[in-house]
């Protein structure tokens, strides 16, 4: 559901409600938003389309418009108004983890989707090979994966959850200003383990951001 909020800003210089909401909801961000959107399942599909161990079970999405807030005492955002993209595909995983996660990776570097320096697959593989501790016995901090894709503005942040792992948080923000436009669409993680991922051993998330329209402010 599409949730548009009219509320006071703060500041003489900041946008009022009406300017906000109605720049949000203007076709052009609304097509750029789209836009957006598509390229996103492009690049999904570029990263995991090749790893036949992954079988997708869900998919959260939020689109999200902030106005700039501009306050007497504090330097203002360097935005007037800004629209992010954001997505989270969930994941049931066949066989082992590190299996599914070379079989990605080695699909993704295919298609031209490349790990993050310092986040790559050989870190994680270091971790498991090391059972998650030091040779003197500490928890090494759980390692990340990080790709990009030429030509998208977001980053793709992979991460695993086992059945007894805390779950991964997936709600909408409060709505209230400075947000003027909400269109989110939740997954209850819970309903997953207890449905498509019952008797599965890891969840899998990738998980994107990324801005797709911003008006600065005024100079």
Known sequence: MVLVLSLVGCGPDAPTPEDARREAASSA?????????????????????????????????SDDCH???????YPHDPFRLRCSWGETRYFAVRGELLDALRQMDVAAKQAGVLPVSGEALDGVEFYVAANGLTEDGQVLPLPTLTYVAVGYGGRLSVRWFRASDPRPEDHSVDVRWPMVWQDDHRVDVDALWNGPLRGQAYLLTVSTGVTYHEVPWPS
């Not at 570029?46 to 998919?59: C, D, F, I, Q, R």
């Not at 106005?67 to 005492?73: K, S």
């Open 29 to 61: 961000v609304r097509q750029a938003s789209a836009a957006t959107a598509a390229q996103t399942d492009a690049v999904f599909a570029e990263l995991v389309g090749g790893t036949p161990a992954l079988t997708e079970v869900a998919t959260s999405t």
């Open 67 to 73: 106005a700039g807030v501009a306050d007497v005492l």
